[in-house]
């Protein structure tokens, strides 16, 4: 058993290094399958990061800085809808400048608490049952949020296709004049999409600064919420598939670390470009397939939805 | 509902010139709210921000070197946003060309020529030109996004560079420190008004601007991008090819941008560093589309960007405010402009309905 030693450890790194990239692109699925493309994940994410750590550092409590991020997040994305379904700005600049407000607004937010440390998001373990080799610190040792990571996908999932709820949300992505002509408020339920997706962002976000990394620094994200987007593409806009891209841009991620560590003869910002190439690589092999993006996008997605009445 | 959203007929031309002027004003009337909380006298801050740092020659003369890059890449982006080419690697552009611009300089440090330069501002303009056409060929190739595919090499250029610096092209004398030789008189972008940094770049981001101001009016390839970029179908009706559009936007994009960045090593920084933008590339985005996406415009907006990295840098001064502010300004700003941009595609109505039930 002693030569598998290392693997419990690599897939503990794995699991952290895919979790804020679960909560990202998930929430981001479903603003998109409403219909609406929102380039601002990366800005989220950061704002949901800085607001995370700094309520856990002022505060200690780590439920009330992962319930901030989100709403800060959410806010974000408010912000997005005003302007984008209220006033019918064009989405790919307005996410384009949300990421760039919230690249200068969290490090507006965290000047004073770069560098800080903070205790790391508490692990689920319990006596007994996490001691059980391999099995028991994987699936019975992670912290909250990892667990809520599932359960989002799976909640996501369950709601777009078995809910009626879900069935409108996809209608409203896939033909907003129709789903108007029907009496249903096109505005409205994208409004609750983006926000949704503002906050699954936050918390991506805060899982960075309070688990992947316990701390805040500028623009630590990193390009994450960008390749939250391509995962999207990458998963033909699937929650499942969502889950297992994030998990290989985890494992993606945590090569280069390991590579780094196990002398590969490589300089390290080599090791470091993976992630990028990875996700460049992704997007050519899923968009050759046209007929399959066309298939599986959101009709409607990036357009404006201008009511005629 | 009291107020009626209609779209109009035609684009108001007033609106389209007045909504930067609308959104400049509602951010300064945000940042006075941002100031008071973060304990700043407003009416310092903003004269800190906006009087003191272009009060002297020097600090004026800093507006065009701050200003150079961001026209210069704006003005290349604005093109590519016409055509719905939607570039927003610059920053990895910029590193690009530097690098490539600069190898030259690197490898042949010993050459006194006057052909250096001009070698090394064309070798930018390919360097960035050829990082660019990687999104370009995976766009029109394989329909790959192009915003996330120029973005991810951004990530790559500049690790690329961090791979230079901290290796190959470290100084052999500078005290392993990661930086690259300093550059030679001969490979200086020359110096236009003794005691400044202004520099030969300001005369390229200028000549950029007529240039691009005369192509998009003028020229068939200009129509083209207007074409393509308003209707796509009547487009390809008249035969125009959107792939051929969507290579030369981002070609174009690429080599403003590569320029910007060997301009930049060659002018006020002087040597390859780790880092050689503070986010140039990114910026210039905000600048295109305040600036309208008209090479004018962008010549007006690329200054008054300029300006508030030199008040962010003096408000950190004299305020000891974060440098953070500058960010969150220039976001505000191009909020506000896309939420103006409402008042030009329609126009507001009082609903009559809505009157005679009040």
Redesign the interface.
Known sequence: MSGFDWIVPVILTVITAATPLVFAAIGELVTEKSGVLN?GVEGMMLVGAVTGFVTATVTGNYFLAVALAAVAGGFMAF?FG??TLS????Q???G???T??????S??MG?EFVGEPVASLSKLNIPGISDIPIIGPIVFGQDGLVYLSFVMVALVSWFLYKTKAGLILRAVGDSHDAAHSIGYSVIGIRYMAVIFGGAMSGIGGAYLSLAYTPMWA?NMT??RG??A??LI?FATWKPGLVLVGAYMFGGITILQLHAQAAGLDL?S??L??LP??A??LV??LI??D?SR?RKHAPACIGKIF?PAA | MLLK?E?RAEYSRAMIYLTPVFALILTMLTSIVLFRLLGVSPMEALHNFFILPINTEYGLSELFVKGTPLILIAIGLSVGFKANV?N?GAEGQLTMGAIVGSSIFIYFHDIDSIFLLPAMILLGAIGGALWAAIPAY?KTR????E???S??????AI??L??LV??PWRDPDGFNFPESRTFSESADMPILMAGTRMHFGTLLALFAVIGAWIMMSKTLIGFQIKVIGSAPTAGGYAGFSQKKIIWFALLFGGAMAGIAGLSEVSGPIDQILPSISPGYG??A??VA?LGRLHPVGILFAGLLMALTYLGGETAQINLGL???????????I??YL??C??LV??RFRWNSFGKAAS
């Not at chain 1, 760039?100 to 607004?105: I, Q, R, T």
């Not at chain 2, 973005?151 to 790559?156: A, G, P, R, S």
């Open positions: 380039l912000l005003i302007l006033l019918m700005a064009n790919v600049a307005t384009l400048a949300l760039l407000f919230g690249v200068g607004l490090a507006l000047q500028e990193a390009g960008w390749i987007l391509a593409v300089p910002q080599v470091s470009m990028y190439l996700t460049v997007l050519v968009s050759k046209q993006i201008h | 959203i779209k939607w927003i995976l394989f329909n790959a996004n915003i996330l595919t973005l991810m090499l951004v990530y790559v690790l690329f961090s791979v901290h290796g990114f910026t985005i905000i589309f974060p440098v953070a502010v500058t960010g969150v300004f220039q976001g505000m191009l909020f896309l939420a941009d409402v595609h329609y």
